[in-house]
């Protein structure tokens, strides 16, 4: 039974885990990178991204100093009854584990104004779907600013194609990345409609490296943009190299006939995100 | 890879500017680590008073918001912001005594000219390497704002703490260099 105090805990567990821990796809991703990486700076950038790993784990202490504004997305089966208000109950589970983990707090009250920070990181930024069945899938990603400001949205027209995409998310990647923690990890929405295709880029980040795209199309488009990306030069940490990105996911959704929409969702090095199932 | 120099602060103005673009360094000594809130605050009172408040004039500035101090650590994990989102206020503070700066990612041109100007210089450190980064700070200590949190100015004391020069005092851009280079190396790769 998927109840909401199971949930909270759920949400408690994953933000203590990927605050202190990369992913472990992304992890693997950087080690395998390394080796190849023929600039000895952009060796040096990632020999210090696998070092801060390992202390990060060890030690218990956050991967990076922007611990992030928390995503909760909880996929619930329609056999479930949860009662109360998700929105409070994740919150709370929210604000306890930033105070118990000694995590930063970088949530303001109202982005226009006197920008006030709400003190305990709340609060989340939370969906909830339905999907048949029992139990629910929380998944839960800190998403640091830098790398969301890197990101962005295009509704292009059809005839754009997957070059226009390209095109796009290369653009996008080349003006922004430096800022944005290099290597990345570049989330991909196309289709839905104008607010729908940036959810889908960031979830699309779930996905992990490795695991094939869910089409041929998408596999086509996520290799082209991973060779432009790479082919940019920016490098880890951006001051040169071949390792931009280490790698490039695609979801994709049906759309209207008249419409192309594309969104980027850029992922840091230090992507946290962790999926809980609760039965 | 060429050896890093070895920076004592303050007081290194002088040597700063003489390092060339991408030249590798461990700094040690006093920082002060500020970002977007701050440089309003900055901003506002060197224009009320004329002068750098807080001592600053000679220091560095470090784009950082820290996680909280863990039992038995000076400081959580501490590393670099996006340094572009300073951009606005970066010029004002190098005329009025800020010698370098420290913060991720390429800054605009009017820094570059800033630095090109005032001999001053800008560090790239590696973002998301924060729990490394932090085993190179003995202290942290809040000097002013302490009401906006992570945001106050805070004074560290830095001890071999790894960076690259990013902007050297004639103006050179290594994100621009830097990425022309491995473009080109990328280029004659798939040819």
């Known amino acids: 039974m998927a109840t909401l105090a199971a949930i909270a805990e759920a949400v408690r567990a994953a ?85 118990d983990n000694g995590l930063r707090m970088s949530v303001l009250r109202d982005a226009l104004g006197e920008r006030v920070n709400t003190g305990d990181n709340t609060p ?63 989330g991909v929405g196309v289709g839905g409609t104008f607010d729908s295709v940036a959810k889908l880029s960031k979830k699309a980040l779930l996905r992990p490296l490795g695991m094939p795209a869910p089409t041929d199309a998408a596999a086509d488009l996520e290799e082209a943009l991973l060779a432009g990306i790479n082919a940019l030069g920016i490098g880890p940490a951006g001051l040169g190299g071949l390792t931009t990105a280490l790698g490039v996911r695609v979801l994709t959704a049906p759309c209207h006939i008249a419409a192309l929409p594309v969104a980027v969702n850029v992922g840091c090095s230090a992507m946290r995100s962790v999926t809980v199932e609760v039965p | 890879m060429t050896e890093a120099a070895r920076i004592v602060l303050p007081d290194a103005g002088r040597v700063l500017r003489e390092l060339p673009v991408g030249t590798p360094v461990l700094l040690s000594g006093p920082v002060f680590a500020a970002r977007d809130a701050t440089h309003e605050r900055l901003a506002f009172e060197l224009d009320r008073d004329g002068v750098l408040p807080y001592g600053l004039a000679g220091q560095v500035l470090f784009y950082a918001g820290p996680t909280p101090a863990a039992a038995g650590r000076p400081a959580g994990a501490v590393g670099p912001t996006t340094a572009k989102r300073m951009d606005a206020w970066t010029p004002l503070l190098m005329e009025a005594g800020i010698v370098a700066t420290i913060g991720k990612g390429a800054r605009s041109d009017e820094v570059r000219r800033a630095c090109a100007r005032t001999g001053a210089v800008h560090l790239a450190a590696v973002g998301g390497a924060a729990a490394l980064l932090a085993t190179a700070v003995r202290s942290v200590e809040v000097v002013a704002y302490p009401e906006l949190g992570t945001e106050a100015l805070m004074r560290m004391e830095l001890e071999g703490f790894p960076a690259w020069v990013a902007i050297d005092a004639r103006g050179n851009d290594l994100y621009a260099l830097a990425r022309a280079e491995w473009a080109g190396v990328a280029s004659r790769r798939e040819s």
């Open chain 1, 124 to 186: 989340a930024f939370l969906d909830v779907s339905l999907r048949p069945g029992s139990g629910a899938s929380v998944h839960v990603m800190l998403k640091g600013g830098g790398s969301d400001n890197a990101s962005a949205l295009a509704m292009l027209d059809p005839s754009a194609g997957p070059d226009g995409i390209v095109r796009f998310v290369t653009e996008t990647v080349s003006a922004k990345a430096t800022g944005a923690c290099p290597p990345l990890i570049v």
């Open chain 1, 15 to 99: 933000i203590a885990e990927a605050a202190v821990s990369l992913r472990p796809d992304v992890l693997a991703a950087m080690e395998r990178a390394l080796p190849l990486e023929p600039s000895c700076r952009a060796q040096e950038v990632l020999g210090q991204l696998l070092e801060n790993a390992r202390i990060a784990r060890a030690e218990r202490v956050p991967v990076c100093q922007d611990t992030g504004a928390v995503w909760v997305w909880i996929e619930l089966g329609t056999d479930e009854r949860l009662g109360g208000d998700p929105q409070c109950t994740v919150d709370e589970a929210l604000r306890q584990a930033y105070r």
